[in-house]
């Protein structure tokens, strides 16, 4: 489904992935670990896209298209979901306003035509109630004055209105309570297990992966792939560390 060969992006010249390589197949759900400034979430925005993120070598290709040649909205709208390690706070828009523009852009990419407000009020409450979200939050702007737990619950939100084929989570168990990352944890699980979706799940700790469990684990250290394994790779690390580890 996703096949990253050889991967060099630079920011501001300066070279962060260095021959990364990475294939997800359909229904696989791969972690990503690594020590703080491996290149992590540098791998999130070059595949989703961000300004700013120069690939210079190496290709990238989704469902069998460049998606290198693609723009954000076009790689969104292809089915690719990108949540962030620090959801962005938009004042005077309300969550609601957000996520259907957010849909309904999704569908104009598709060829599809725009829900009305009632259609999407639906979809949208189904997805708060399934994440245990209060319905009030959808009218409120998007993410200014939520908790953490609630950002994080809002993604998942936003998440199961695009419901995407492919989904890179960047640290979305960063700064959750256990209730919190249960729900997230039962609501990636619930959204994209299937056998025609993958997940990169981005995580510093093998908590998140208590409930979401991986089919692969790999650690990115200095901007490349360095040891690839299965779901007790996470545990090992836990106990020992990257240095060890990788060593
Ligand atoms: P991780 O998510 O694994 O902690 P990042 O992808 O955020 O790592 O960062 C990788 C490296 O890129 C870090 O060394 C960071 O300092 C560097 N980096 C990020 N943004 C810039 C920038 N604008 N200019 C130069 N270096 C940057
Ligand atoms: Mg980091
Ligand atoms: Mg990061």
Redesign the pocket.
Known sequence: MLKIENLHAE??G?E?LKGLSLTVNAGEVHAIM????????????VLGGRP?YEVTAGSVTFNGIDLLELAPHERAAAGLFLGF?YPVEIPGVSNVQFLREALNAQRKGRGEGPLSGAEFLKVARAQAAAIGMDAEMLKRPVNVGFSGGEKKRNEMVQMGILNPKFAIL??TDSGLDIDALRAVGDGINRIMRAPDKAVLL?THYQRLLDYVKPDVVHV?AG?RIVKTGGPELALELEAAGYAEVTA
């Open positions: 920011i501001d300066k962060i690594g020590p703080n400034g491996a290149g992590k979430s540098t791998l999130g925005y700013g390690q960047d640290e981005i990115l901007g």
